[in-house]
C-alpha cells in the first residue's frame, strides 16, 4: 500500500513513521508512505501557498494552484481524500474500504483549509469527527493508521482485526 501525505508541516508527519508497527511496515515494503511539502509548490521567492477564500470569508486557504501541482506530483491514484471537518464520516468500514487501495493521497489542511476548488480533483472528503483540529495531519495520520493496519502482514496476527470492537 503506497500513501501520499501533502502538508504544510512535514515535521509533524514524519517522525510518526519513524516508530511502532508504521515504521516496521515500511521496513518490511509492506508499506511507502512519501511525505508531499506543498510549500515546495508554492509561488515566487516566498513559497507562497495561502489566499484569501474563493468567494470571500475570514481567514486564508491552501491555493488551489499550490495544492493541484503538489497532486499532479502523486498522481495516478485509486483515491484523493481531502480532510475536512465537513466531509463525511470516517469510519471502520470506510478504512476497511480504503485499505483495499494500491494508493491514497491524503490532503492535509492548514489555515481555514483548502481553497474550495480543490474539492472536484478529491475522490472523497472525510472527517475523523466532529470538530475542528489546526491543521489535517493529526486526521491524515488516523486514516493511514486505521487503514495500514488492515493491509495483510502489518500487524502481527492476521486474525486479530477481525476481532475490533467495530468489525461486526
Known amino acids: 500500500m503506497r500513501y501520499s501525505i501533502l502538508t504544510l508541516f512535514p515535521g509533524l508527519v514524519r517522525p510518526w513513521l519513524e516508530e511502532s508497527l508504521i515504521q516496521k511496515a515500511i521496513a518490511k515494503g509492506l508499506l511507502q508512505v512519501e511525505v508531499v511539502d506543498l510549500r515546495a509548490f508554492g509561488l515566487g521567492p516566498h513559497r507562497t501557498v495561502d489566499d484569501t477564500p474563493y468567494g470571500g470569508g475570514p481567514g486564508m486557504v491552501i491555493r488551489p494552484d499550490v495544492a493541484v501541482a503538489a497532486l499532479?506530483?502523486?498522481?495516478?491514484?485509486?483515491?484523493?481524500?481531502?480532510?475536512?471537518?465537513?466531509?463525511?464520516?470516517?469510519?471502520?468500514?470506510?478504512?476497511?474500504?480504503?485499505?483495499?487501495?494500491?494508493h491514497l493521497v491524503l490532503l492535509s489542511g492548514r489555515y481555514e483549509g483548502f481553497d474550495a476548488r480543490l474539492e472536484a480533483f478529491a475522490t472523497r472528503v472525510l472527517s475523523v469527527g466532529d470538530y475542528v483540529l489546526m491543521g489535517g495531519e493529526v486526521a491524515a495520520l488516523a486514516v493511514l493508521e486505521a487503514t495500514a493496519r488492515l493491509v495483510p502482514g502489518v500487524i502481527g496476527d492476521p486474525l486479530s482485526h477481525r476481532e475490533d470492537s467495530f468489525v461486526r
Open 72 to 102: 499532479e506530483s502523486v498522481l495516478p491514484a485509486d483515491e484523493v481524500i481531502l480532510l475536512s471537518p465537513a466531509g463525511a464520516p470516517f469510519t471502520q468500514k470506510v478504512a476497511e474500504e480504503l485499505a483495499q487501495k494500491a
